[in-house]
């Protein structure tokens, strides 16, 4: 099984190619990324000698270079590729315009070109906008972004179905909710709080703190994901969530508990500009017609995932610090 991945070196791709290595024995990876500020080797040193892994540089943008590294042809594409922070969004958005949009639908030319049999698009629930107090998004409920974040995934997500709907392309969408664990970039909540909390640096809480985010463990997604692309039904959405919803306030306080640091370092600072309030997903529709459900709770996700960054202090300072830039370039330089 011929797998090629998109976005590989980010946060959920690279714990996706861990996932396939370790858990697909018949899959050949490769691993197609452009190496923005947030795609880091460091995140695969553990499997960048595996016989079945390969590294290509690119961006979903070049077809060109998209057109060279398929050109064994692949059976499935996976594209986790993409700008996905919604703050930088709100200062960068031609970016994810680019990215988003225009990288996924030259991946897709690409990908039919090559004949890969599957197209999935790895998207997420920011595409529905905001919810209030109550209810939860159906894969029907209709989308409504926020920010030019959300925008651009809910663009591609049309431009995908569009493939299927008119061109018979065989393509599955997933829209998971917030993941968190090893490896995510330090300017997401989570990863962000912990790493200052262990710094004793103050953790900005937009806002009043109140806005609720359904939390989901990496590894749960990645099973997800691969579950969708084996078995998922062609021309089709699957919600993706993790049954833990909680209020940024409570995650905050949560993770001072556990990193063992007091709540005075926590510090209101104003509202991010267009702030989704509230993201729920009804996941029914995975469970009852695939079978997946989430395995880690939040708290024992919570612990793993602090453990995981009090015992890769030197990763995330060197992120931080953006100095692995220079480390990778030192360790890869000549071959990349
Ligand atoms: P990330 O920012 O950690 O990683 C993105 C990766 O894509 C990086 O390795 C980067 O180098 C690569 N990339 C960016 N532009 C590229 C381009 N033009 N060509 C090739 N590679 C490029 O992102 P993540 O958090 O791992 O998210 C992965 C996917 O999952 C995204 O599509 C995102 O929209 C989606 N998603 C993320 C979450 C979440 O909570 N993190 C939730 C739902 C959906
Ligand atoms: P984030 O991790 O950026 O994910 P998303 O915006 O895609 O949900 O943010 C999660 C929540 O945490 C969101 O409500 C914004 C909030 N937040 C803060 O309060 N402070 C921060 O410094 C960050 C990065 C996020």
Known sequence: MRIFVTGGCGFIGSNFVRFLLRERPDAEVTNFDALTYAGNLENLT????????????????????LDAALK?????????????????????????????????????????????????????????????????????????????????????????????????????????????????????????????????????????????RDWLYVEDNCRAIEIVGKKGRSGEVYNIGGKSERENLVVTRALLREVGKPETLIKYVADRPGHDRRYALD????????????????????????????????WWTRVKSGAYREYYARQYGGRL
């Open 283 to 314: 996941i029914s529709k995975i469970e009852k017609e695939l079978g997946w459900s989430p395995n880690v709770g939040f708290e024992e996700g919570l612990k793993a995932t602090v453990k995981w960054y009090l015992e890769h202090r030197e």
């Open 46 to 65: 553990t499997v960048e000698e595996h016989p079945k892994y390969r590294f290509v540089r690119g961006s979903i943008c070049d077809r060109a270079a």
């Open 72 to 212: 064994g042809g692949c059976d499935i594409v996976y594209n986790f590729a993409a700008e996905s922070h919604v703050d930088r969004s709100l200062h960068e958005p031609q970016k994810f315009l680019d990215t988003n949009v225009t990288g996924t639908a030259t991946l897709l030319e690409a990908s039919l070109k090559a004949g890969a049999k599957r197209f999935v698009q790895v998207s997420t629930d920011e595409v529905y906008g905001s919810l209030g107090k109550d209810g939860v998004f159906t894969e029907t409920t209709s989308i409504k972004p926020s920010s030019p974040y959300s925008a651009a995934k809910a663009a591609a997500d049309l431009w995908v179905l569009s493939y299927h709907r008119s061109l018979g392309a065989d393509v599955v969408i997933t829209r998971s909710s917030n993941n968190y664990g090893p490896f995510q970039f330090p300017e997401k909540l989570i990863p962000l709080f912990i790493s200052n909390a262990l710094e004793d640096k103050p953790l900005p809480v937009y806002g009043d703190g109140m806005q609720v």
